[in-house]
T-cell receptor
Framework: DAKTTQPPSMDCAEGRAANLPCNHS???????VYWYRQIHSQGPQYIIH???NNETNEMASLIITEDRKSSTLILPHATLRDTAVYYC???????????FGGGTRLMVKP | ETGVTQTPRHLVMGMTNKKSLKCEQH?????MYWYKQSAKKPLELMFV???????ENNSVPSRFSPECPNSSHLFLHLHTLQPEDSALYLC?????????????FGPGTRLTVL
């Protein structure tokens, strides 16, 4: 998996959009961008993934730049329960292991 | 609720004990995984099973012994563990083990070895 870089922490006001950036400048053509989050001491929760196009589901939106070197996860209306560590992963579709880096600790505040 | 359950959620054991962790997935997936997450370390892949066959053993010590009786169940048998084995053990499943399939995780078992 290609290396990803995320800010270590971010704050967001409750009800506002949370925009979490991720840099993956060495991503290769067959690597998907995956986002997971992990609430303290629980298993990682899948959020969304994409290859080239922007994606949206009931949890979030994923915006991938045209050159695929970076992406942004958007939580449109953050709630206190969205407080977690968010991991961006560039995952090779030929490998089994998900490589989790340091992630971004998102703190949603009232 | 991800469709992947793990029991027990917490386990404390001595170094001479034998215990087993259980994972069950209700998603109809064919691949299952064991990961280890130690404090302040990234997730480490331990084992991969695809259609009940072990396809990957990531240099895991023999005191960890996996078992996959069918595509829905995965066990991790533990014996003669060390205190440094204390960690969160996570089970995951995916449709296949071809790498491009999304992995869904269970809640984990918090293991403490005394």
């Amino acid at each position: 998996d290609a290396k990803t870089t995320q800010p270590p922490s971010m704050d967001c006001a409750e009800g506002r959009a949370a925009n979490l950036p991720c840099n993956h400048s060495t991503i290769s053509g067959n690597e998907y961008v995956y986002w997971y989050r992990q609430i303290h001491s629980q298993g990682p929760q899948y959020i969304i993934h994409g290859l080239k196009n922007n994606e949206t589901n009931e949890m979030a939106s994923l915006i991938i730049t045209e050159d695929r070197k970076s992406s942004t996860l958007i939580l449109p209306h953050a709630t206190l329960r969205d407080t977690a560590v968010y991991y961006c992963i560039a995952h090779n579709n030929a490998g089994n292991m998900l490589t989790f880096g340091g992630g971004t600790r998102l703190m949603v505040k009232p | 609720e991800t469709g992947v359950t793990q029991t027990p959620r917490h386990l404390v054991m001595g170094m001479t004990n034998k215990k087993s962790l259980k994972c069950e997935q209700h998603l109809g997936h064919n691949a299952m995984y064991w990961y280890k997450q130690s404090a302040k370390k990234p997730l480490e892949l331990m084992f991969v099973y695809n259609f009940k066959e072990q396809t990957e053993n990531n240099s895991v010590p023999s005191r960890f012994s996996p078992e996959c009786p069918n595509s829905s169940h995965l066990f991790l048998h533990l014996h003669t563990l060390q205190p440094e084995d204390s960690a969160l053990y996570l089970c995951a499943s995916s449709q296949g083990a071809g790498g491009g399939d999304t992995q869904y995780f269970g809640p984990g078992t918090r293991l403490t070895v005394l």
